[in-house]
Structure formats: structure tokens, C-alpha cells
């Protein structure tokens, strides 16, 4: 059943905001008035039945006068909190669906689908799962995309979820790209990072005691250790870098600098890509139309970026660090050899 955003929670408001006037009107004079100023039609029977959710699921202090048989708030403080009650908040809602659907599957999925229902109308009604999104051309007008992503297990989320809440040391197997084969590891779960459509595990290699990244996906015979760790202050990825190439850094920071013309110029321009970032004209090299620039920044991140810099092909070359530029020359060298 999918769910009316509007005609319930509209009801409710207009009922909350009649009793909290203080007026002490009688029940057949609210439904004249949710007629009359709210242009809301409702029914003697729907009327108590909404007064009767209203004090079960809302705690709404309602009362009668004993006189007047008026309704009235004991706690005059009291509000309804404002619910999704207008076409808009409707469609912020389908939106943050459809969010939130691309990191289904997972614990904290589960824990922010409990959060939007606790704003809701009805928790038993509303639901992540409950809302209707129609096929209709205005219903796709904003979409949020993202690589494809390997399933991860289930349990690979259970185990996860339970390690970062209790501070447990897990234990897996795991082949990394440079890897010919998967290797145990013990580390210390840390923090779950969302980042081109995969999610991937910041911990601390316990042995190597170095902190890398681990794609979920990846992560084979996951076990839970009985060692309980100490998460440590500076934990966060975020501390450790902007994070503007994705999840990958190093603990080495470079100064780089980079020219950029045509499209990637006008891309760099609108971003932030890590500490100190300057652009500026590049007057040696212009490019074809004169929009040359030299972007300049600091930054930990250095395989993302080597990468970032040769996706651009002839609009973009390294100019520090000499790593760098050896690195695109030597990659430039291979390509110009290639027989297609």
C-alpha cells in the first residue's frame, strides 16, 4: 500500500493547530472548521479516530473541557511536530528514497530508514520500503547514479556493523590489486567509507599496524575476534585527507602542479582538490584557446591523481612533482608505441 503524504498528515495539522488556539471548540465545530478555513472534509467517525492516534502515537495531550465539552491541550506547550505535508516535502521524500536506495543492504541503510520513519506520519505506515514512486517523466527529473557495485553478503554486514559498534578486532582474507592471492588479516574496523559506488572498510592493519582501505566486496571468511581496541582520536578518514580523489591516500604529502586546458580547465576550476590550491593563468602554455591554467594544491592522495591527470589525455600534463611527470612521459612513451 503506498502511502498518501498529504490528507492525513494536513488533518492532523490543521486538528493540532485548531486545539492548541485554546479556543475549546466542541468536535462538530472543528469539522466545520477543517471545512471552512482548511478545506478539509472529514467525518464524525475519521475525526475521533484521528483525536484517538493523535494522543496513542503522538502523545498529544488531549483533553475535553468538562463544561463546554471543548477540546484543549493540558500541556498548553504542547505542538504537533511538523510532518511531510505538502506536495513538496512529499517529493524531498521520494527523493531521499531513492538516495537512499544505492546503499541498500547495509546496517546503516536500516538505521536511517528507522530515522525517517520516526518523522513520519505513521511509523507502521510510512516506510522507506512503502513509498510510491510513479513512472511518471516529472518522478525522474533528478536521479542519483553511481559505479556498479559487487553484493556484498549479509553477514559480511552483520559482523561489520557489530565490530565498529563494539570495538572488535575482525579478522578475513583479502586480495588486494597487488596481490597474487588472498592473504589473512587482523585489523582494527574503524570507519565504512561510500565511494564510487562501492563501499570500503578504514581500518588498521594490526601486523603492518598501518592504516588501509579494504573493499567490502572483496573481504573473504570475516570473522570476529574476541580483542576488544581503543579507537583512537584521529580515526576519521577525513582527518587523514580532503578526501577529493575518492577513498585512496597515503601517508606521504606532495606539492602538485598540473596545466589544464579545454574542459578540465573549466572542471578544476569549480572544485576543491586539496590544501592550499591556487589556479592561475598559464602564460607559457595557453592551450589551443587560450584558457590555460596551472592548478596548484597539497595533497596524500597521489595514485588517484597520477590517474586523474592522464584521464584528460592532451588537456592536462603533470608539472610537479618530477615522479609525476616521469611517471605521464613513461605512460605517454608506451602509448605512442602501440600498433593499433
Same mark, same amino acid.
Given at each position: 500500500m503506498s502511502v498518501d503524504f498529504t490528507e492525513k498528515a494536513k488533518r492532523y495539522q490543521a486538528i493540532d493547530e485548531i486545539i492548541a488556539s485554546g479556543r475549546k471548540l466542541k468536535w462538530n465545530q472543528i469539522i466545520s472548521e477543517l471545512s471552512e478555513v482548511y478545506d478539509i472534509k472529514t467525518s464524525r467517525t475519521s475525526f475521533f479516530r484521528d483525536i484517538e492516534d493523535l494522543e496513542e502515537k503522538y502523545a498529544a495531550p488531549i483533553d475535553t473541557d468538562f463544561e463546554t465539552s471543548g =477540546?484543549? =491541550?493540558t500541556d498548553p506547550k504542547y505542538r504537533l511536530p511538523r510532518f511531510y505535508t505538502d506536495e513538496n516535502a512529499a517529493k524531498a521524500a521520494k527523493l531521499i528514497k531513492t538516495l537512499m536506495d544505492m546503499v541498500k543492504g547495509n546496517p546503516m541503510y536500516k538505521e536511517a530508514q528507522e530515522i525517517f520513519e520516526s518523522l513520519a506520519i505513521e511509523n507502521h505506515d510510512l516506510s522507506i520500503e512503502n513509498i510510491k514512486i510513479n513512472k511518471k517523466p516529472e518522478n525522474d527529473r533528478i536521479i542519483f547514479v553511481g559505479a556498479p557495485n559487487k553484493e556484498i553478503p549479509a553477514d559480511t554486514w552483520r559482523l561489520i556493523d557489530q565490530a565498529l559498534k563494539e570495538n572488535r578486532v575482525i579478522t578475513f582474507d583479502y586480495q588486494s590489486l597487488t596481490d597474487y592471492k588472498p592473504k589473512p588479516r587482523r585489523v582494527q574496523p574503524?570507519? #565504512?567509507i561510500f565511494d564510487n559506488g562501492n563501499w570500503n572498510l578504514h581500518a588498521l592493519d594490526v601486523a603492518k599496524n598501518a592504516r588501509r582501505r579494504y573493499t567490502l566486496s572483496e573481504i573473504k571468511n570475516l570473522k570476529l575476534t574476541k580483542d576488544v581496541f581503543t579507537l583512537p582520536k584521529d580515526y576519521d578518514f577525513r582527518k587523514m585527507t580532503r578526501g577529493s580523489f575518492g577513498c585512496l591516500c597515503d601517508k606521504n604529502y606532495e606539492n602538485y602542479k598540473i596545466h589544464l586546458h579545454g574542459y578540465p580547465a573549466r572542471v578544476a576550476q569549480k572544485c576543491v582538490w586539496g590544501e592550499n590550491q591556487t589556479i592561475v593563468k598559464d602564460k607559457k602554455n595557453p592551450g589551443p584557446k587560450?584558457?590555460?591554467? @596551472? #592548478?596548484s594544491f597539497r595533497s596524500n592522495q597521489r595514485e588517484a @591523481?597520477?590517474?586523474w591527470v592522464w584521464q584528460w589525455a592532451d588537456e592536462a600534463w603533470p608539472i610537479e612533482p618530477k615522479e609525476l611527470v616521469d611517471?605521464? #612521459?613513461e605512460r605517454r612513451e608506451k602509448v605512442n608505441r602501440l600498433k593499433i
Amino acid at each position: 500500500m503506498s502511502v498518501d503524504f498529504t490528507e492525513k498528515a494536513k488533518r492532523y495539522q490543521a486538528i493540532d493547530e485548531i486545539i492548541a488556539s485554546g479556543r475549546k471548540l466542541k468536535w462538530n465545530q472543528i469539522i466545520s472548521e477543517l471545512s471552512e478555513v482548511y478545506d478539509i472534509k472529514t467525518s464524525r467517525t475519521s475525526f475521533f479516530r484521528d483525536i484517538e492516534d493523535l494522543e496513542e502515537k503522538y502523545a498529544a495531550p488531549i483533553d475535553t473541557d468538562f463544561e463546554t465539552s471543548g =477540546y484543549f =491541550y493540558t500541556d498548553p506547550k504542547y505542538r504537533l511536530p511538523r510532518f511531510y505535508t505538502d506536495e513538496n516535502a512529499a517529493k524531498a521524500a521520494k527523493l531521499i528514497k531513492t538516495l537512499m536506495d544505492m546503499v541498500k543492504g547495509n546496517p546503516m541503510y536500516k538505521e536511517a530508514q528507522e530515522i525517517f520513519e520516526s518523522l513520519a506520519i505513521e511509523n507502521h505506515d510510512l516506510s522507506i520500503e512503502n513509498i510510491k514512486i510513479n513512472k511518471k517523466p516529472e518522478n525522474d527529473r533528478i536521479i542519483f547514479v553511481g559505479a556498479p557495485n559487487k553484493e556484498i553478503p549479509a553477514d559480511t554486514w552483520r559482523l561489520i556493523d557489530q565490530a565498529l559498534k563494539e570495538n572488535r578486532v575482525i579478522t578475513f582474507d583479502y586480495q588486494s590489486l597487488t596481490d597474487y592471492k588472498p592473504k589473512p588479516r587482523r585489523v582494527q574496523p574503524w570507519q #565504512l567509507i561510500f565511494d564510487n559506488g562501492n563501499w570500503n572498510l578504514h581500518a588498521l592493519d594490526v601486523a603492518k599496524n598501518a592504516r588501509r582501505r579494504y573493499t567490502l566486496s572483496e573481504i573473504k571468511n570475516l570473522k570476529l575476534t574476541k580483542d576488544v581496541f581503543t579507537l583512537p582520536k584521529d580515526y576519521d578518514f577525513r582527518k587523514m585527507t580532503r578526501g577529493s580523489f575518492g577513498c585512496l591516500c597515503d601517508k606521504n604529502y606532495e606539492n602538485y602542479k598540473i596545466h589544464l586546458h579545454g574542459y578540465p580547465a573549466r572542471v578544476a576550476q569549480k572544485c576543491v582538490w586539496g590544501e592550499n590550491q591556487t589556479i592561475v593563468k598559464d602564460k607559457k602554455n595557453p592551450g589551443p584557446k587560450n584558457d590555460g591554467i @596551472i #592548478l596548484s594544491f597539497r595533497s596524500n592522495q597521489r595514485e588517484a @591523481i597520477w590517474t586523474w591527470v592522464w584521464q584528460w589525455a592532451d588537456e592536462a600534463w603533470p608539472i610537479e612533482p618530477k615522479e609525476l611527470v616521469d611517471n605521464w #612521459l613513461e605512460r605517454r612513451e608506451k602509448v605512442n608505441r602501440l600498433k593499433i
